[in-house]
């Protein structure tokens, strides 16, 4: 089996000097990939596929059809495709949106609740990187993600 090359790693920089916003940006794909294939597999093993999981994920509460499109960065007709296999799973539901009878959100059923709870269990690579961080370095973490895409981290 041949092994699969490594990507090329950017320049270390300097001791002292700030890391370029090209470096952030390539260390950052570099995690979002590793993420990307642990969580990939880790839905794969409960019949899903990373979109899915994806959707299921961002339900932590009832969001409109609409608002997933955008979250998941697709087509909103794309949407309806998604719910109706997860409908089908028995994980997600659709309700009229008490305020707006056009609208339907959609919920993840108890179900898809804990298929995500599995799906995160499954994780581990993810899990493992994460908990190598101290107390310190997880809540740094957090803060400067939550600083990069402040509209997003509700």
Do not use: F, W
Not at 17 to 40: I, K
């Amino acid at each position: 089996m041949a092994s699969r090359p490594s990507a090329p790693h950017p320049a270390p920089t300097p001791q002292g000097d700030a890391p370029t916003p090209v470096a952030l940006m390539e260390r950052l794909a570099r995690a979002a990939a590793g993420y990307y294939r642990d969580l990939t597999a880790a839905a794969a093993a409960q019949g899903l596929t990373m979109t899915q999981a994806k959707m299921l994920i961002l339900l932590r509460q009832p969001l409109p059809m609409r608002a997933l499109a955008g979250l998941l960065t697709c087509d909103a007709s794309n949407i309806t495709g998604l719910v109706d296999r997860l409908e089908a799973h028995g994980l997600v539901s659709r309700h009229l949106d008490p305020t707006d009878r056009r609208i339907k959100n959609v919920v993840a059923t108890q179900e898809g609740k804990d298929v995500v709870r599995r799906i995160r269990a499954d994780m581990r690579a993810t899990s493992a990187a994460l908990t190598r961080l101290d107390e310190e370095g997880r809540r740094s973490l957090y803060e400067l993600l939550g600083r990069m895409h402040p509209d997003e981290t509700a």
